[in-house]
């Protein structure tokens, strides 16, 4: 902490509170050096907060955030210059005399926790300045913030993006003088330490300090300086985030289309370059109308060279303009395409698992003809829609130069384009087909590869290999009349240019036997024609690929509009802790809405700190029962409570932390054992990960192993064993700590001597925490208190552990 000297002035108290204490030399609380690790959960009624007297705010010197900042008061420290930044050092509390004794031993304690202690406190300051702005967010997501960006690191540019995080505009500024206009913000002092400055009255700075009764106190602008660098964060909410807060909620934009009004200023640039590039090449067209009809009768050189000459340029300027024009199409639509992936991929992750749209090969099969869509919006599509209106300009010049001949082009116009209009609805059935027969091959590829052993043990090559060569045939059919349709289109559309030039020629040549036109003109018109027919030739072509693209557009919706776990919609709960106080209420569940439910419990009730078990037959719903605890499932009907709360309207993130679910099937990622101990990248310390490595009997193995943690690893766990994927899900569950633990067969894959080893483990790791556990294993029911029976959904035996099983055994008996 910081202690400035002078007087403070404080929040009023009762007038029946006590005198305030002497100032008390504060030294490092012995907790703070306590491990990383959180304590293990405690189900028993919180005790209430009792403070040390060394820990008591004194009243002259006012101690300045407890966590964050102390100066000695015997002495002011030479002010640094104005605008000096200190490196982020650890802190260095001062140690009072009479505990020098201690010291040692503190400080070789108190740099773990010192950091944690630290990254806590920037985590609350940072919360409690995003909250003053608008934006509510948690101080345990802003230090999961700090520890995976800033790797506890918590210089003002690492606390400015976890400002950033909370959906804030941050902003690092350095000051000359202090201004009220500068807070809230936090102040950089020297040390690395800051503050959170929440406003200036006069010669007066309230400070955000929870030690006083309000939160709140106010420092002396004098004393506040000196320790001050000049360097202030401070924080703003987005324009659009005070249009989501005080205006009307508005439909969401379209996951795709809605991308393209975000591009408003390329989409004017594209349509001005098409423009002019359209304007200029009129001039070719031009040129041969002068040329035939005023150069070559009156053989005038100079006037020849000088149409030359412009003609050239203007080719010249609508090729460049045209590169342009590309350019900006493909940067734009790169970003489009960056941004919509992003999307879609967050979608994906973010569905709720329960309410899975299709199935793993569909959602495969649609995030891969994403690749249609992306070819088709960046390719010359753009460019060709683009110049469509501009046909009207050729028209009229054409009406102008050529009169009635005009409508020669209109009507051959609507020639090359009613033919793809009408194939439309067969060209997208076709697409259908094919992208359903590719899914179900990717589909069949995929479980060959992933489980050969198996097709081979069966003996059931000769069916795989007949259900391979059929979806191939019927893909192979539908594409190959797709791309004859095609094909014809193209053909049609190229052939029916040329006829209209050449009826366009020949009307013309007429009208010159008639003596209205001139050479000049038939020339002109014929270059206008091809002209203005060119666009829809390739426009024809893209209503030939639409089929495709619409197709795929089809597949994509489902991912986008597939309910998410956390809707934004909505504004959920936070909670730092649950204890794990279930309450299911009139809960069914089912998989298949035209089937009998899944499961179907009326009431049942778990206490905090109760090991509960679970037995039941294959299929009678224990896992469908741990999934809706951990919140992965919803319940069709009836609520599930959890801590008194209703556990939909808690936020995902707050029952992700505080409930770990280990499920029967462990699933690795591909990639090293570091990684897969470390998906929320919140571990950086290898000991910790060594440490919940050896509590699920593989820190051995790792240890013997020439990559260590390094260790290769397959999809979906390849190249380890069942039981060392189960070892790893033990290892993951030890590192997250949760406070709740939903455990599916979490020994069914180990052998039995390590089964015993995790069981008298367990039997501390356990305490205190709320436990439910599916099981078939009589060890694991040695940690339990109170035993569930389920049977086809139904709840029909609920009782302590011991009177359960001694029923089961004298019906066995019977």
């Known amino acids: 902490m910081i202690r400035f000297p002078g007087k403070f002035r404080r929040p009023k108290k009762a007038a029946n509170a006590e005198p305030p204490a002497q100032p008390v030399p504060i030294s490092p609380a012995p907790e703070l050096s306590a491990s990383l690790s959180p304590p293990p959960f405690t189900a028993s009624a919180p005790e209430p907060m009792t403070v040390s007297p060394a820990l008591e705010p004194a009243a002259d010197p006012l101690p300045l955030h407890r966590e964050d900042m102390q100066i000695a008061a015997t002495g002011a420290p030479t002010p640094a210059p104005l605008g000096d930044t200190a490196e982020d050092a650890p802190l260095q509390p001062e140690i009072a005399p009479e505990n020098a004794d201690g010291a040692a031993e503190q400080a070789t304690k108190a740099p773990a926790a010192g950091a944690d202690e630290r990254i806590r406190h920037r985590a609350e300051l940072i919360s409690t300045l995003a909250a003053l702005k608008g934006a509510e967010t948690q101080t345990s997501d802003i230090a999961s913030s700090l520890w995976r960006d800033g790797k506890g690191d918590t210089s003002p540019n690492v606390l400015a993006k976890a400002l950033g995080s909370a959906g804030l505009k941050a902003r690092l500024q350095k000051t000359k003088k202090i201004t009220p206009g500068l807070w809230p913000a936090l102040a950089m002092m020297q040390g690395g330490q800051c503050v959170l400055v929440l406003e200036q009255t006069g010669q007066f700075l309230t400070i955000y300090d929870t030690s006083c009764p309000d939160n709140r106190t106010e420092v002396p602008l004098g004393d506040f300086s000196p320790y001050f660098t000049g360097q202030v964060l401070t924080a703003r909410a987005s324009v659009s985030q005070m249009a989501a807060r005080h205006t009307p909620q508005l439909e969401n934009s379209h996951w795709f289309w809605g991308e393209f009004p975000k591009y408003r200023r390329q989409v004017g640039e594209i349509m001005l370059g098409s423009l002019v590039a359209n304007v200029l090449a009129v001039s070719v067209a031009l040129f041969s109308l002068q040329v035939y009809d ?41 970003q489009i395409e960056l941004s919509v992936q992003h999307s879609l991929m967050s979608r994906i992750i973010g569905m709720r698992s329960d309410k899975k749209p299709l199935p793993p090969s569909g959602l495969f099969a649609a995030m891969r003809d994403f690749g249609s869509v992306r070819e088709f919006f960046t390719s010359s599509t753009i460019s060709t829609l683009a110049d469509i209106p501009f046909i009207a300009v050729f028209l009229l010049l054409v009406s102008s130069i050529a009169g009635p001949i005009v409508w020669v082009i209109v009507l051959g116009g609507l020639l090359m384009l009613l033919p793809a209009y009408f194939m439309q609805k067969r060209m997208i059935a076709l697409t259908r087909q094919t992208q359903g027969a590719n899914a179900k091959a990717g589909r069949l590829l995929h479980e060959v590869v992933t489980e050969l052993d198996t097709l081979k043990t069966q003996r059931g090559e000769d069916r795989v290999l007949r259900l391979w060569d059929e979806l191939n045939v019927l893909s192979s059919h539908s594409s190959t009349e797709q791309r004859r349709l095609s094909s014809a289109l193209t053909y049609w559309s190229q052939g029916v240019q040329q006829a209209t030039y050449i009826v366009a020629v020949v009307l013309g040549t007429l009208m010159v036997f008639a003596g209205e036109f001139t050479v000049g003109t038939i020339i002109a018109t014929g270059i206008l024609t091809s002209r203005t027919l060119a ?202 700590n949760p406070a709740v633990v939903l455990l599916d067969e979490p020994t069914a894959a180990l052998d039995q001597t390590l089964e015993r080893t995790m069981v008298s483990r367990l039997e501390s790791w356990l305490e205190g925490r709320t436990a439910v556990i599916a099981t078939h294993r009589m060890p694991i029911l040695s940690l339990t208190n109170r035993t569930l029976i389920l049977q086809a959904g139904r709840m029909v035996v609920d009782g302590p552990r011991d009177q359960v099983l001694a029923h089961l055994a004298a019906g066995d008996k019977k």
Do not use: C
Not at 298 to 322: P, R
Not at 619 to 638: C, D, F, I, Q
């Open 294 to 334: 005023r150069v070559v009768p009156h053989q005038s050189h100079a006037t020849l060279s000088v149409l030359a000459i412009g003609a050239f340029l203007a080719i010249m300027l609508e090729a460049l303009l045209k590169v342009a024009r590309a350019r900006l199409t493909d940067t734009a639509g790169r």
């Open 535 to 736: 666009p829809l030739t390739q426009f024809a072509g893209t209503l030939a690929r639409w089929s495709n693209v619409k197709a795929a557009l089809e597949g994509l919706e489902a991912i986008a509009t597939a309910p998410q776990e956390n809707d934004s919609q909505r504004s959920y709960l936070r909670r730092d802790t649950l204890t794990g106080r279930f309450d299911l209420r009139e809960v069914v569940f089912r998989y298949d809405p035209d089937a009998a439910p899944t499961l179907d419990v009326p009431a049942v009730a778990i206490l905090p700190g109760q090991r509960v078990a679970i037995l039941g037959v294959n299929g009678s719903g224990k896992s469908t029962l741990l999934k809706l605890l951990s919140g992965l499932y919803a319940p069709e009907k009836g609520r599930v409570m959890v801590d008194g709360t209703d556990i939909s309207q808690i936020d995902p993130r707050d029952l992700r932390r505080n409930i770990g679910y280990l499920s029967q099937d462990v699933r690795l990622m591909a990639g090293t054992l570091r990684d897969n101990l470390n998906l929320g990248q919140l571990e950086r310390d290898d000991s910790r990960l060594m440490e919940a490595l050896d509590f699920a009997g593989l820190g051995a193995f790792v240890r013997s192993h020439h990559k260590g943690l390094d260790l290769e690893i397959g999809d979906g766990g390849g190249g380890l064993s069942i039981g060392q994927r189960q070892s790893i899900g033990w290892a993951r569950l030890w590192l997250q």
